[in-house]
């Protein structure tokens, strides 16, 4: 079992910035890619980043240049950091895995999700 629980959603402001964190059971991190997606109201949930099982990194068109994803092995921990945020940036924002070392192509590829933290960019 892939236990993976989101935090560090919230309010934020355009053109401000938010680091998201996903805490997996141990040994994930190691061995399986850790996607994020995100789903805004009324849209598919669809795939922001990833970071594989070597450290190869995936970015969406719409984030490229404005997000980054890393993570620390010694936390269990994959972070997601947001700048340059915008309205349409809006949405649930999920971590998850397809229990494989390489990136998913989409959210088919998928077989454990977290639960979701929500960032709402708004004035």
């Known amino acids: 079992q892939v236990q993976l629980v989101e935090s560090g959603g919230g309010l934020v402001q355009p053109g401000g910035s938010l680091r998201l964190s996903c805490a997996a059971s141990r040994f994930t991190l190691s061995v399986y890619a850790i996607g994020w997606f995100r789903q805004a109201p009324g849209k598919e949930r669809e795939g922001v980043s990833c970071?594989?099982?070597?450290?190869?990194?995936t970015y969406a068109d719409s984030v490229m240049g404005r997000f980054t994803i890393s993570r620390d092995y010694a936390k269990d921990t994959v972070y997601l950091q947001m700048n340059s945020l915008k309205p349409e940036d809006t949405a649930v924002y999920y971590c998850?895995?397809?229990?494989?070392?390489?990136?998913?192509?989409?959210?088919?590829?998928?077989?454990?999700w977290g639960r979701g933290t929500q960032v709402t960019v708004s004035s």
């Open positions: 970071i594989s099982s070597n450290d190869g990194t």
């Open positions: 998850a895995t397809p229990r494989r070392s390489k990136c998913p192509k989409s959210r088919h590829d998928i077989t454990n």
